[in-house]
């Protein structure tokens, strides 16, 4: 696992949601393939939960269903990370918004 991935999965498992999309985008930009779609799901993810961390739930929502569209085509594991779980736990986060219950915790990135 490269170290921008690295440090981005540790931003986000700390709930710093802005610092690892900037991380994230960091390691996406000189991308081109699958690996730039992956990255991006991550990123849709970390900017879903700093909108609902801001009180956006419409940025959240939208941006937690674009990550979750791009996440399914990794699974179950994918650069060493549980992908499986993090598109179960972001999907129940994403479920919990869209009735307007609140998200009593974000989910992890897990390595799988």
Known sequence: MDHLLERGISLFNRGEFF??????EE???PECGPRRLFLQSLIHIAVGFYHHGRGNPAGAKRQLRKGLRKL??????HE???TARLEREAGQALARLESGQPIPVY???HLG
């Open 27 to 29: 390691a996406w930009t």
């Open 80 to 82: 060493a990370i549980d």
């Open 19 to 24: 610092a690892c999309h900037e991380v994230l």
């Open 72 to 77: 399914a085509g990794y699974l179950p594991v």
């Open 107 to 109: 989910p992890l990135i």
